[in-house]
């Protein structure tokens, strides 16, 4: 079983930029479809990114295309996302999560491996 942790949030201001990484134990990341999903308070869990096992093929959500991407690091064990041109309506808790499915999938519950999240704060 894999186990997956977050890092790199934080409290920036609007149009900064951040990387969030996701490092995995347990298991290699390259038998995994992986991908970021976020949450604000009060709001369901959405997509938000989303890489193929070798990382040829991306997805990401409308409001983040052009602004985030997502790579992959099989290597390493490692999943990132650059977020650029960062706006106050990015706040939320980033997860990052690693599902057995052979495509992307915006559906949380398709996913199988959650790491604990990580607090992305966008000041105005």
């Known amino acids: 079983q894999v186990q997956l942790v977050e890092s790199g949030g934080g409290l920036v201001q609007a149009g900064d930029s951040l990387r969030l990484s996701c490092s995995a134990s347990g298991g290699s990341i390259s038998r995994y479809v992986m991908a970021w999903f976020r949450q604000a308070p009060g709001k369901e869990r959405e997509f938000v990114a989303g890489?193929?096992?070798?990382?040829?093929?991306?997805s990401y959500a409308s409001s983040v295309k052009g602004r985030f991407t997502i790579s992959r690091d099989n290597a390493k064990n490692t999943v990132y996302l650059q977020m650029n041109s960062l706006k106050p309506e990015d706040t939320a808790v980033y997860y990052c999560?690693?599902?057995?499915?052979?495509?992307?999938?915006?559906?949380?519950?398709?996913?199988?491996?959650w790491g604990q999240g990580t607090q992305v704060t966008v000041s105005s």
């Open positions: 999560a690693a599902t057995n499915k052979n495509t992307i999938t915006v559906v949380v519950t398709l996913y199988d491996y």
């Open positions: 890489i193929t096992r070798s990382g040829g093929r991306t």
